[in-house]
């Protein structure tokens, strides 16, 4: 049977102060009426029924991530009680999922994205699923036509240029965040996907690759595979590095399958991010809440309700506004909010994180 595992326990400190260590991104309401999290189930369940939704979390977000999803049932709720990475929830993903069925694949999706052509979305991710099935593959992924240079982005650098939209090939490696420039080199070259960190996988044999790769973790996966049910797993769980699954299993592959596709893919990962999801065009300003612009263009604005926020020629900047917190910044430098609560957290202003 295919599943689907959404990943939801990230920490969102690019778009503080709404996402905050105790609310973080995926539990926010960013672009609309519904959580990026609500928004990222729905979207899911139109290709997957309830009992193939599985949701991975933090033990700190579960009761809101439950809160927030009343038709998921509890024992698919994969509650991580220590926080280490990506390797490891979908480790453990793997785990549950084998335990009830050994044929079981599946594919994670990260909780905090915006698709916008949702139908080619749903036919990428079931190409990457007919690949590891028919091929008997470990894994295989979804990568994304660059639409521009972006650097927030990893890449996935293929074997060679030109590969056809939906049409499965080879690639080499993963890339990390580059700077513009190589950004656009890649762009340029056509050989180059954007990560969206959509992987599919077979859960035994991922298993198994675990054991190669990653001892430690899949030492620890086995304790809680043998353990009886109900058994409170954070000891397994502290003893697992802190590692993603791109460096940890990833990276150890000397080529794998990726199916490349467009489909309006965005990292809702910082503001710029939200305004460039969101803007009617390329100036006009972004609000939310109650918000008079005089000779402002290309500005998002975030109040909360009761209060005005005015800006006098103000362009391309970014004004999130709450009850005990301020930001503001250029949209172009908002990849530097998470630099900002790193000196916050020095300075002791812990209560604001």
Excluded at 26 to 31: G, K
Excluded at 45 to 51: D, E, S
Excluded at 117 to 145: K, N, P
Excluded at 198 to 215: D, S, Y
Aim: glycine share 6%; hydrophobic share 45%; net charge negative.
């Amino acid at each position: 049977m295919r599943y689907a595992v959404i990943l939801a326990g990230g920490s969102g400190k690019r778009l503080w102060p709404l996402s905050r260590q105790c609310a973080p991104k995926q539990v926010c309401a960013l672009l609309d009426a519904e959580t990026l999290l609500q928004k990222t189930y729905q979207r899911v369940r139109r290709a997957f029924p309830v009992p193939a939704v599985w949701v991975a979390t933090t033990a700190a977000h579960a009761e809101e991530v439950a809160r927030q999803l009343p038709e998921l049932p509890q024992e698919q709720l994969l509650i991580e009680p220590v926080a280490r990475e990506t390797a490891a929830a979908i480790g453990y993903a793997a785990t549950r999922l084998f335990h009830r069925d050994p044929e079981a694949t599946f594919v994670t999706i990260n909780a905090d994205a915006h698709v916008a052509d949702v139908a080619a979305y749903e036919q990428a991710i079931r190409s990457a699923f007919d690949c590891v099935e028919r091929d008997r593959l470990d894994v295989a992924l979804v990568g994304v036509v660059p639409e521009y240079p972006e650097t927030g982005y990893g890449y996935i650098e293929l074997a060679a240029p030109g590969a056809e939209s939906g049409v499965p090939t080879i690639a080499r490696r993963f890339v990390e965040k580059p700077d513009q420039a190589t950004a656009a080199a890649y762009v340029a070259s056509g050989r180059y996907l954007w990560n969206p960190a959509l992987f599919t996988f077979h859960a035994a044999r991922l298993l198994e690759r675990f054991r190669e790769v990653l001892p430690l973790h899949a030492a620890a996966l086995q304790r809680i595979a043998d353990a009886p049910e109900g058994l409170d797993v954070r000891a397994a769980f502290a003893e697992m590095p802190a590692v993603s699954i791109d460096c940890g299993m990833m990276e150890h592959l000397e080529q794998f399958v990726v199916v490349p596709a467009s489909f309006g893919w965005a990292d809702i990962g910082h503001w710029r991010a939200v305004y460039e999801t969101l803007a009617p065009g390329p100036r006009a300003n972004v609000e939310r809440g109650t918000h008079i612009g005089v000779e402002s263009r290309g500005n998002l604005v975030v109040a909360p309700e009761g209060k005005m926020v005015v800006t006098c020629g103000l362009e391309d900047c970014v004004v999130i506004d709450t009850p005990d917190a301020l930001l503001v910044c250029r949209r172009d430098h908002a990849q530097e909010v998470k630099q900002a609560l790193e000196e916050m957290q020095r300075r002791g202003f812990t209560r604001y994180l």
